[in-house]
Each structure stands twice: as structure tokens, then as C-alpha cells.
């Protein structure tokens, strides 16, 4: 995330005895961010990259160990960057799954519930409908508008330059969330039952605009990230709620 005009930036600062105790950063960049003889009891690090980069503590990069962690919690998440499509498939069921037993053991009156700023069980669905049809129909079958109304955008969308006027304002029935969400997940099953080598490898565009040039299997390992990532969440704030 790089500084621009309109927010703040504290770049190469150094901070000496100042306390952050109870602090909250969200959407900052922290990156290559030194801290020496600090006190972090209690502190709590969420990063959706982590995983394509380092992070020292004490001197040793704990990435490998969160993620073989995080694979060690989430029987299956570790098929996420399968590279066949036999694979593919497997991790697509594999997430499936995982999935399927959260939101059928959620009691109804935590679906719209939510801890702090984060999303709800209700919203995430919502946001997973958007991830799909980014990367699904918009991603691998370009489709020139691929978003369900009922899609829940992420934080900065309209200042990306991004149309939110296709999306509901009002808010749906978790049945028609699930419904829609079904929808979805059934064209992920049905593409990946069709899908060969040779179309796995043809190249597309980030359907956000963006210059990475993924291939349609990148796609595919997208739609994985973005189903683990927001099934961590969700199963975190829950337990919290719970």
C-alpha cells in the first residue's frame, strides 16, 4: 500500500518510547516495519498475505510455521495451490466441506452477527459470492459484467474507481444469500469438472485491473485463498461470539 496525498503517512519515522498499547491499525501498511526491545504481550497480527512474504520475530521467519499451523487446523487448506486439476477439484470439495459444517452448526441468531468492525457470517457469504464471479465469470469466462447485486464489495472499492451501484443497498435473507451462494459454488464444480491442462495454463486479466497476468488456474487458486482466508475469519469471530 503505498502513501498518497490524502493519508497519512509516518514512513521511515522512528518512534521511540511511545506507546501503542490498545492500538488498532486496519489497511496499513506495515511492511518492513522494525521494532527492537518491544513490549507485544497480547499482540494480535492478522495478514491475508502473510504467507508471500517473512516476518521475523526474534530473528526467525515464523511464516512457515502460521502456515503449517493454519494447514494443521484446516484439514484440506494445504491443497489450495494444487497445480493439476484433479487437484483442484479435491481442494474445491476439501473447502466445500469445511464450509458446510460452519454454517450448518452457526445458530440462526449469529449469522448477522459480528465482532468489531468485521464482517458477519451473512456479509461473508455475500463476499464470497463477489469473489467467484470476479474470478470465475469475470476472470476466466470475461464476461463484461459478472457480479451478483447481491455480492458484498470490499472496503475502497468505489475509490478504486470501481462501479457499487450494481450491488444492493437493502439488506437479503440469509435463504437468499445461501441460495445465491449454492449458485455459485455449483458453477466452480461444474468448471472444474470440465477442466483440462491445456485451459488451466491459458493466460487472462486480474478482472480488478490490475498488471498480474494470471493464468486460468491462478484464478481457480484465488477462489481457494479467498474461500480459506474468510473461513478463518468466520470461524474466529464466532468463537469469540460464542
Known sequence: MSSSPDVPSFEHATFVRTSFAGATLRFCDVSDVTMRSVDVGGLDIDSHDLAFGRLLVNGVDVVPLVEAELDRRFPGRAMRNAQTAEGLREAWVAVQDAW???VST???????????????????????????????????????QPFHEIGQIFTGAAEMGFDTSIFRTDTPSFDEILAVRAERQQMVTEFL??????????????PWGGSWTPTVGDCLRVI???EWAHLRYVRRDLALLQ
Open 224 to 226: 481457494l485463498e479467498e
Open 100 to 102: 458446510q459444517t460452519t
Open 193 to 206: 469438472d470440465a477442466a483440462t491442462p491445456e485451459l488451466l495454463a491459458e493466460d487472462r486479466r486480474d
Open 106 to 144: 452457526t445458530p440462526t441468531i449469529l449469522v448477522d452477527a459480528h465482532v468489531d468492525d468485521e464482517w458477519s457470517l451473512a456479509q461473508t457469504l455475500r463476499h464470497l459470492v463477489l469473489a467467484t464471479d470476479a474470478w470465475l465469470r469475470g476472470g476466466i469466462l470475461r464476461l463484461p
